[in-house]
């Protein structure tokens, strides 16, 4: 016996509760052992553990549907609840996050999903590999994942401010409007996630934070889901502050490209050492992905290829 909150996004409340909840109340009836209280774009299902575990596949068939079609007919959902198994094509495991305008925001390699189970099985992450292997996407969204499933009451993200060919001094505007191209990736990936209102809303309340690496000092992050970015320009002493932030139920996923490294030559990369001296601790996963998992311009895989077979013979 449990509660769990699940979000029923993209589907809108009236689609999928029907007026008066007419519609819920049909769909409890397949789910007796089960209470269902709607809440807006949330759902809580309150009883028999295997009753939510199936409840929780069929949201995922609705979901869905309602991608492909737009719509969400009654007929079609009974259709779906009678079903004797889960409908693979109707529920995609590979799908992290149903983002607005029809966006399915999925693990597309096996080695993003291999990023996907590590996550669930570990509270830290590494993930290294090239420019455009879905190493920060991935990550993203599964930050947004969480939050949207109350797994973690935050979502806090960070990236050292390290120059690649241009001075930051030299940056019009204030220290915000400085360190804002910095962070750019990291909200591009998150527009994909949510709808603009709701993700003004989280980060006006600080549900989400986004702020450079040199902020996190002093600071214990508590029933968060954080994740440092481009983590091959944190310097040595950056990274240990870093993970020694990680506060009671906090996930934490560390991503970077060891082959662009932008730290003057006086500086180690933080993540290099990290790499090296923890791994095989117990509770902390490594994730290497490689060029089949460039999922850009089909060039950039070459490109990739190109310079680090030009590296190897230098």
Known sequence: MGEKTLSIDPIPPLEFYGVNENKLKIISRYFPKLKLVARGHDIKTIGDDDSAKLFEQRLKQFQTHYQKYGNLALKEMERLLLSETVDEKEADDSILVYGPNGTLVRARTANQKRIVKAVEKSDMVFVIGPAG???????????????????????????????????????????????????QPLYDALMDMLPPAKLAEHLEKGVIQIAPLGFMRGRTLDHAFVILDEAQNATEPQMRMFLTRMGNSAKFIITGDVTQVDLPKKF????????????????????????????????????VDIYAKADKDE
Request: aromatic residues 6%.
């Open 133 to 183: 292997s879905g190493k920060t996407y991935t990550a993203v969204a599964l930050a947004v994942r969480a939050l949207k499933r109350r797994e973690v009451k935050r979502i806090i993200l960070t990236r050292p401010a390290v120059e690649a060919g241009e001075s930051i001094g030299f940056l019009p505007g204030d220290m915000k409007e400085k360190l804002d191209p910095y962070l």
């Open 268 to 303: 180690s990369s933080g993540l290099q050492k990290a790499w090296t001296l923890l791994k095989g601790t117990k509770g902390i996963s490594f994730i290497e992905l490689a060029g089949s998992d460039i999922v850009r311009h089909p060039l950039v895989s070459k490109i």
